[in-house]
C-alpha cells in the first residue's frame, strides 16, 4: 500500500541508528589514539555490532511494522538476516584481528567501513521503498570498495577494488534504471505499493518486463551469479583475506534480501518472467562455478567459483516462486554464509606476518600440525560439498526438495551432478590437509577469542546438521510471516 | 533400556570414537587402543540383545523408535529391524571389533584418529541397517564415507590419495541420484519419508524405472556390481588391513542391502521388468570378474575381484524373486563378511612381516607359519564354498534357486563354485605350498597371540554357519516371505 500519512515513527529502525552512532564515534575517537591504542576503536566497533544486535533483539514483539514514512520495514525476515548479518561482522572482526595487525589495517578506517557497509546491509535488508533499497546498496557498496583498497601498497587489491567499483557501479545503474522502469509503469516508489498496481493490472506490461530484465541482472551481479561473476574471483583473490571474508557472507544475505524485496515483494505478478531467466542465472552458475574451481590452486579463487556455484543452488530454491523455496533459498544462503565464515577463517589464521596462506598448496598437512582447526575446515569443506552430517547437505537437500516439488526434477538431477563435481575440490582441501605431509611444523596460532569463536562456528556447522529442524524453520516462519 | 537398543547401537561406537579422539597425543595411543576395544566390544554387546530378544516369526519391524526430527519435511528418526536387517548390525559390530584389533600394533601414527574412524563408522552403518526413514538413511548412507575416505587417504598404501578420491566420488556419485529419487517419493506420496509408507505408494511403471535407474546406480556402485566395480580394487589394495576388512565385510553389503529395502518392495513392477537386466549383469559379475581374479598378482586384489564376483551371486539371488533365492543371497551376505574380512586378515598378518601383497615374493609359507596355513586354508575353503563351510550355505540355496528358474542360469551361476575354487586355490598353492620361496619367507614367525585369536574368531563364525546355518535363516524366513509378497503385488 502507499504510504500511510507522514507517520515518522522511527524505533523500527533503532539498531540501524545504534551502527550509525557507532560508526561516527569510531571514526572520531579513532582520530584521538596512538596506534598503541587502536583496540579501543576495535572494542568500540563490536560494541556498536553487539549494540545493533541487542536492540534488534529486543524489538521482535510488534512486527512487522513500517516506519520512517514508510521508506523502512522491519517484519521478521528482515529481523533473521539482519541478526545473521551482525553475527557475520562480528565474527569477520574477530577473526581478522591478527590478520589485520600484522598488515598494518588495524586502523579506524577498517572498523569504521565494516560498520557503514553493515549498516548498509540492514537498510537494504529492511528497504520497503526503491529508493531505500538503493541508497543501502550503494552505502554497502561505497564502503566495500573502499575497504577492498584499504591495502594501498598491494597493487593487486587496488586492481580489485578498481574492478570492483567499475563493475559495481554498472550494476548499481542497472539496478536504478530497472527501478525507474518500475516506477514508470506503476507511479509509485513504493514496494508493496508497485505490486499492488501490477496485481491489479495497471502496469504496462512491456515496460515493466523490460525494466525487470535491468533488475535480475543487477541482482545477479550482487550474487555473483553467472554470467554475472566476473568481479567474484578477482575481488575474492584480490582483497585482503578479512575483507574477503566480510564480502563472502554478509552482503550474500543482503543480495537475498533485495532479490525477495524486489522479485517477490514487487514483481511477484511477474514470477514467470523471472522464473526463466533465474532458471538460466542458476544453471549456468552451477555448471560454471564448479567445474572452473576444479582449476584453482589459489585458495580465495576456488571459493569465490564455489560461491558463485552456490549462488547458483540458492536461486534454484528461489526460481520455484513458492514460499517453500523461498525459505529453503533463504536456509541455503544463511547457512552458506555461515559455512564460508569458518572456511575463510581458517584461511586467515594460517596467514601470517608477510605470509599470505593462498595457495591450497599451503594447507599441506594442517592435520599434522594443529589437527584441530584441520577438523574445522574439514567440517566446512564437507558442508560446502552437501555430504551429511553438515548443515550443509540440508541446504542442498532443502533447495533440490523444493525444485522436484515444482517439477523440475531434470534441473534437480543437473544440480546434484554439479555437486558430484564440486565434491571434487572440496575433497582435495581434504586431501592436502589429511593425506599430505606438512612442508613446515609450526602449529597455527590464534588468540583465545578468535579460538573459541572459531570453534563454535564450525561446531555449529555440525550440530545445525544433526539438528536441522531449528534453523529451517526460523527461515520457514520468517518468510510465511513477511510474505 | 530395550525400547532404545537400536540408539544403543548407533551411538555407543560413535560416542566411544569421540572420546577416543580426545586421546589425540602421541603419547596417549595405548589408552587410545585400549579405549576403542573397549568402546567396539561395548558396542557389540549392546547389539547382542537385537539377537536374543528378536521375534521370529514376524514380518513386522521390531526395536522400533520414532522421534520428530525435522518436521519441516515430515523427516523422523524412525528406526527399525526386521529379519533382514538384525543380522547386519550384529556382522557390523562383530567385524568393528576385529578391525579395532587388527589395527592395534600395525598403526603407529594417529592411533585416536585411526580408531575413531572405525568407531564412528561403525556407528554409521548401524544407523545405515536400522533406518527406516528416507532422509535418516541418506544421512546415515553418505556420512559413512568420510570415516572411509579418511581411513583410506590417511593409512593407507602409496597410491592412497588416488584410490581414496575414487572411492568417495564413485559413491557420492551413486547417491546424489538416490537424493533426487528419495525427493521425489516424498513429493508424489504426499509428504512422508517413511520407507514402510513407501511400499504401499502407487507408482506408474515408467516413474517406477526411472527410480529404479536412481537407485540402482546408487546400490549398484556399492555393491559393486559390474561395470562400477572398478573403484573397489583400488580401494582394497591401498586401504589398511581393518580398512579392507570393513570394505569388505561390511560397506559392500549395504549395497545389497539397499536393493532388499527399497529397489525390491517400492519398485516391484520395474524390479521384475528389469530383472533380467540385473541378472545379465549379476552372471558377468560372476563368470567374467571370476577370470578377471584368476591372474591377479596381486592377493588384495584377487579378493577383491572375488568379492565382487561372489556380491554378484547376492544380486543374482534377489533377482529371481523365490524365497529360496532372496534367502540365499542374504546368507551369502552374511557369510562373505566372515569370510572375506578373514582373509583380509590374512592378507594382513603376511603384509605386515613382509610388506608385500605380491603373490610371486611367496611360496612355502606353510613351512615357518603351521598355525597360520592351517586357519588360512579353512578361509581359502570357505572362499571356494566347501561344504561344512559358512560359504556354501549361500551359494548352495542360490545355485538351486537358480536352476529352477531356468537350467543355464543355473549352470552358469554353478560356474562360481568352479572359478572361485580355481583362484582361491591357485593362490593358496602359490603362497602357502612348496618350497620356501625365498630367506625372508624363511624368516617368517607364526602367528603372535593377538593374531590367533583374531583368526580363530573369525574361523569359529565361518564353521558354525557353515555347520549350522539355521540360526542365521530362521530370521530372515518371515521378512522374506514378506517382501516377495510385496514385490508380487503390483503397484501400477
Known amino acids: 500500500m502507499t504510504p500511510r500519512g507522514l507517520s515518522f515513527e522511527f524505533w523500527p529502525a533503532l539498531p540501524e541508528m545504534a551502527l550509525l552512532v557507532a560508526a561516527c564515534l569510531v571514526l572520531i575517537v579513532d582520530l584521538f589514539l596512538s596506534d598503541s591504542r587502536r583496540a579501543w576503536s576495535y572494542w568500540l566497533a563490536q560494541l556498536g555490532v553487539l549494540a545493533a544486535a541487542w536492540i534488534q533483539l529486543r524489538s521482535f514483539q510488534e512486527l512487522p511494522v513500517r516506519a520512517l514514512g514508510g521508506m523502512f520495514v522491519a517484519d521478521e525476515m528482515a529481523y533473521v538476516l539482519k541478526l545473521f548479518s551482525y553475527v557475520c561482522v562480528s565474527l569477520m572482526l574477530f577473526y581478522s584481528r591478527d590478520y589485520l595487525v600484522a598488515r598494518r589495517l588495524f586502523r579506524g578506517e577498517i572498523f569504521v567501513l565494516a560498520l557503514t557497509s553493515l549498516l548498509g546491509i540492514t537498510v537494504m535488508i529492511s528497504a520497503s521503498s526503491f529508493v531505500t533499497l538503493y541508497l543501502g546498496l550503494e552505502l554497502m557498496s561505497l564502503s566495500l570498495y573502499a575497504m577492498v583498497a584499504l591495502q594501498r601498497e598491494a597493487s593487486r587489491a587496488v586492481e580489485a577494488a578498481m574492478k570492483y567499483f567499475v563493475l559495481g557501479a554498472l550494476a548499481s545503474g542497472l539496478l536504478l534504471y530497472g527501478m525507474s522502469m518500475v516506477y514508470g509503469a506503476t507511479g509509485t516508489l513504493d514496494i508493496a505499493g508497485s505490486a499492488a498496481v501490477m496485481a491489479r493490472g495497471g502496469a504496462n506490461t512491456t515496460i515493466v518486463v523490460f525494466g525487470l530484465v535491468f533488475i535480475v541482472s543487477a541482482i545477479a551481479f550482487k550474487l555473483g551469479a553467472v554470467p554475472y561473476h566476473m568481479w567474484v574471483p578477482d575481488v575474492y583473490e584480490g582483497a585482503p583475506t578479512a575483507v574477503t571474508l566480510f564480502i563472502g557472507t554478509a552482503p550474500k544475505l543482503a543480495a537475498f534480501a533485495v532479490a525477495m524485496r524486489l522479485l517477490v515483494g514487487s514483481l511477484s505478478a511477474f514470477a514467470f518472467d523471472w522464473q526463466g531467466m533465474l532458471l538460466i542465472l542458476s544453471l549456468l552458475s552451477m555448471i560454471l562455478g564448479n567445474v572452473i574451481a576444479i582449476a584453482q590452486s589459489n585458495i580465495k579463487r576456488m571459493l569465490a567459483y564455489s560461491t558463485i556455484a552456490h549462488m547458483g543452488f540458492m536461486l534454484m530454491g528461489f526460481l520455484t516462486a513458492n514460499t517453500e523455496g523461498y525459505s529453503a533459498a533463504m536456509f541455503y544462503t544463511v547457512t552458506y554464509v555461515l559455512t564460508a565464515a569458518v572456511a575463510f577463517g581458517i584461511v586467515l589464521l594460517l596467514s601470517r606476518e608477510g605470509f599470505e596462506a593462498e595457495q591450497l598448496d599451503d594447507f599441506k598437512g594442517l592435520n599434522q600440525k594443529s589437527p584441530w582447526y584441520a577438523f574445522l575446515m574439514l567440517i566446512a569443506m564437507f558442508s560446502l560439498a552437501g555430504v551429511p552430517p553438515t548443515v550443509g547437505f540440508y541446504a542442498k537437500f532443502s533447495v533440490i526438495a523444493a525444485a522436484v516439488e515444482v517439477g523440475l526434477v531434470w534441473l534437480a538431477v543437473v544440480a546434484v551432478a554439479t555437486s558430484l563435481v564440486g565434491a571434487f575440490y572440496y575433497l582435495r582441501v581434504v586431501k592436502l590437509m589429511y593425506f599430505d605431509e606438512p612442508v613446515d611444523r609450526t602449529p597455527v596460532e590464534a588468540r583465545v577469542d578468535t579460538r573459541i569463536l572459531l570453534s563454535a562456528n564450525g561446531l555449529a556447522l555440525l550440530l545445525l546438521g544433526v539438528f536441522p529442524q531449528w534453523l529451517m524453520g526460523l527461515c520457514v516462519i520468517a518468510l510465511a510471516r513477511s510474505y | ?492
Open chain 2, 1 to 492: 533400556m530395550s525400547q532404545h537398543l537400536l540408539s544403543l547401537a548407533i551411538w555407543v561406537p560413535i560416542a566411544a570414537g569421540l572420546l577416543v579422539l580426545g586421546l589425540s597425543r602421541d603419547q596417549d595411543a595405548p589408552a587410545a587402543r585400549w579405549l576403542a576395544l573397549v568402546g567396539a566390544v561395548a558396542g557389540f554387546a549392546v547389539t547382542i540383545p537385537l539377537y536374543t530378544r528378536f521375534a521370529i516369526g514376524t514380518a513386522e519391524m521390531q526395536f522400533v523408535e520414532t522421534l520428530e526430527w525435522i518436521p519441516r519435511f515430515n523427516v523422523n528418526y524412525l528406526l527399525g529391524v526386521d529379519g533382514i536387517s538384525v543380522l547386519f548390525i550384529l556382522l557390523n559390530s562383530f567385524i568393528t571389533v576385529l578391525a579395532v584389533w587388527a589395527g592395534w600394533v600395525v598403526i603407529e601414527r594417529r592411533v585416536a584418529q585411526y580408531m575413531a574412524a572405525f568407531l564412528i563408522q561403525s556407528g554409521l552403518i548401524n544407523g545405515v541397517f536400522s533406518a527406516l526413514d528416507g532422509v535418516l538413511f541418506y544421512v546415515f548412507f553418505e556420512s559413512m564415507l568420510i570415516p572411509m575416505y579418511l581411513i583410506i587417504g590417511i593409512w593407507g598404501g602409496p597410491n592412497r590419495v588416488y584410490a581414496a578420491l575414487k572411492f568417495f566420488l564413485y559413491t557420492f556419485l551413486g547417491s546424489v541420484l538416490m537424493l533426487v529419487a528419495l525427493i521425489y517419493l516424498y513429493t508424489v506420496s504426499g509428504g512422508s519419508f517413511s520407507i514402510l509408507e513407501w511400499y504401499q505408494l502407487p507408482l506408474s511403471l515408467k516413474t517406477q524405472v526411472l527410480l529404479f535407474v536412481a537407485f540402482f546406480v546408487a546400490f549398484a556402485v556399492k555393491v559393486p556390481m559390474w561395470p562400477v566395480h572398478t573403484w573397489l580394487p583400488d580401494a582394497h589394495v591401498e586401504a589398511p588391513t581393518g580398512g579392507s576388512v570393513v570394505l569388505a565385510a561390511i560397506t559392500l553389503k549395504v549395497g545389497a542391502y539397499g536393493f532388499v529395502r527399497f529397489i525390491l518392495p517400492i519398485l516391484p513392477d520395474a524390479s521384475r521388468y528389469l530383472a533380467g537386466f540385473v541378472i545379465t549383469l549379476s552372471l558377468i559379475a560372476v563368470v567374467y570378474i571370476g577370470f578377471v581374479a584368476l591372474v591377479q598378482p596381486d592377493m588384495k586384489k584377487l579378493i577383491a575381484y572375488s568379492s565382487i564376483s561372489h556380491m554378484g551371486f547376492v544380486t543374482l539371488g534377489f533377482f529371481l524373486f523365490s524365497q529360496m533365492g532372496v534367502e540365499g543371497g542374504l546368507v551369502q551376505m552374511i557369510s562373505h563378511g566372515f569370510v572375506s574380512a578373514a582373509l583380509f586378515l590374512c592378507v594382513g598378518v603376511l603384509y605386515d612381516r613382509m610388506h608385500s601383497r605380491s603373490i610371486g615374493d611367496y611360496g612355502g609359507v606353510v613351512n615357518t607359519m603351521p598355525k597360520f596355513a592351517a586357519f588360512a586354508m579353512l578361509f581359502a575353503m570357505a572362499n571356494a564354498a566347501l561344504p561344512g563351510t559358512s560359504g556354501f550355505v549361500g551359494e548352495f540355496m542360490v545355485i538351486l534357486a537358480a536352476i529352477k528358474s531356468s537350467f543355464w542360469l543355473g549352470f552358469l551361476a554353478a560356474t562360481i563354485m568352479v572359478l572361485g575354487a580355481s583362484y582361491t586355490l591357485w593362490m593358496y598353492k602359490r603362497v602357502w605350498f612348496g618350497a620356501v620361496a625365498n630367506d625372508r619367507v624363511a624368516k617368517l614367525s607364526d602367528l603372535s597371540r593377538r593374531e590367533f585369536w583374531l583368526l580363530a574368531a573369525v574361523a569359529l563364525a565361518v564353521l558354525a554357519m557353515g555347520l549350522y546355518p539355521k540360526p542365521f535363516t530362521d530370521v530372515m524366513h518371515a521378512s522374506v516371505s514378506e517382501l516377495l509378497s510385496n514385490v508380487a503385488k503390483s503397484k501400477q
